[in-house]
Structures are given as structure tokens and as C-alpha cells.
């Protein structure tokens, strides 16, 4: 059982470069998200999905995109990374809103 | 503004001690609190969720309590293993229907053999 499954693990980009970042679930989960942990900072939401189709802000949703046209893939664009995008972004997902968030394994993002 | 605390911000015991964990919320109209687990390099793993309603959740050794009036909660650890090291994380869901949760900054548990 795959669970939630993110990719790439690790990433170096420069400053201004674009790249999308792979979140795929196999429990059928209508509800997804992403976080970025930052130290001193903790997790902090992204964007979030409460099904295919329907996606909205979270608390930093700014110089990130999502869509989300299947139930199972919810990929994170970053349109023109910048220095202050350094950080492990996790992707999660849940039978509904309230119910218990599974996490991948997080992508470990530097922007040179 | 929704805020969560969580004190110590490191714990070092022996093994077999009982140990409690605390978190606290200061906005006290949540939908539900959830205990996560993180390895290092890892994500997170869900431990326990207590719906508002709820007093406490069992799993195991571990058992969560939430005191909703006062902005609280606890996770208590019993006879702790060298396995349980890791940092622990709580998270508090508002009452939308956003499923945001607000994370505390997490204990880091070691857990000494």
C-alpha cells in the first residue's frame, strides 16, 4: 500500500526556474493538501483540494499553483522559484477534512 | 488568530519513564486536535485525532486528552522506548471547512536506552 507518494525527494533549482512537484495518493482520499516546514516556523498550508476539480488558498499560497483533475494527483507548480521557497514542502491527503492527514515522505527543495 | 504551543521544545529521558507532552491552543473553537509523529527526514504519521466532543483517545501506550475550555492538550507516553524518539507534533483543525491545521513547533523526544 503506496499511501501518499511524493516526487521528486530532493531538488536544486535556480532562481527564477519553474518545476512541478508530484503528490499522488492511492486511498482515494477526496481531501488533499500542501505544507511547507520551515524551521522556526513549523507547517504551514499551502494550498488545499476537497476534490477533483475544486482546489483554494491556504495561509502562503503566493508564487505556488495546483490543480487538481483526478482524485489521485494533486501536483504543486512553483511558477519562478525564489530563495524564500527553500524548504521541505509535504503533500497530505484524508477521507475527508476532518479526518486523520496521511503525509508522504516530504521534497527537500533549495533554490539557489 | 489561531495559535499552538508546544512546551518543552526538547525532552531527554530514560528508558521506561511515563512522559506527557503538552500542547496548547488559543482559539478554543476547533473541529478536532491531532498527535503526528516525525522521523528525521521523514513525513508524518498520524498517532491520534480527539474530535471536539471528545475527552481522550487511546492507542496503545499512548494516550491524548483534550481540555477544550482551557486550550489544551497532552499526550501521555507510557514506559518509553528508544523507539519513541522522534518529534511529536500537535495540530488543531478550526471549525471551517477548510481541514487547515495549525501546527505547534513540535517536542523533540529522545529517548535515552
Known amino acids: 500500500n503506496a499511501g501518499v507518494t511524493q516526487t521528486p525527494k530532493f531538488q536544486v533549482l535556480k532562481t527564477g526556474q519553474s518545476m512541478t512537484l508530484q503528490c499522488a495518493q492511492d486511498m482515494n482520499h477526496e481531501y488533499m493538501s500542501w505544507y511547507r516546514q520551515d524551521p522556526g516556523m513549523g507547517l504551514r498550508l499551502i494550498h488545499y483540494?476537497?476534490?477533483?476539480?475544486?482546489?483554494d488558498q491556504g495561509e502562503v499560497p503566493n508564487g505556488y499553483n495546483v490543480s487538481r483533475s483526478t482524485t489521485e494527483d494533486f501536483p504543486l507548480r512553483l511558477l519562478s522559484a525564489a530563495p524564500s521557497q527553500t524548504s521541505v514542502y509535504f503533500c497530505a491527503s484524508s477521507q475527508g477534512a476532518y479526518q486523520p492527514q496521511h503525509f508522504g515522505d516530504g521534497t527537500r527543495l533549495s533554490i539557489l | 488568530k489561531q495559535e499552538v504551543t508546544q512546551i518543552p521544545a526538547a525532552l531527554s529521558v530514560p528508558e521506561g519513564e511515563n512522559l506527557v507532552l503538552n500542547c496548547s491552543f488559543t482559539d478554543s473553537a476547533i473541529y478536532n486536535l491531532q498527535w503526528f509523529r516525525q522521523d528525521p527526514g521523514k513525513g508524518l504519521t498520524s498517532l491520534l485525532l480527539i474530535q471536539s466532543s471528545q475527552r481522550e483517545q487511546t492507542s496503545g501506550r499512548l494516550n491524548a486528552s483534550l481540555d477544550k475550555s482551557s486550550g489544551r492538550s497532552t499526550l501521555y507516553i507510557a514506559a518509553s522506548q528508544p523507539g519513541d524518539s522522534a518529534t511529536y507534533l500537535c495540530?488543531?483543525?478550526?471549525?471551517?471547512?477548510?481541514?487547515?491545521?495549525?501546527f505547534g513547533q513540535g517536542t523533540t523526544l529522545q529517548v535515552k536506552p
Open positions: 483540494s476537497v476534490g477533483a476539480g475544486i482546489t
Open positions: 495540530a488543531v483543525c478550526g471549525s471551517s471547512n477548510t481541514g487547515k491545521l495549525i
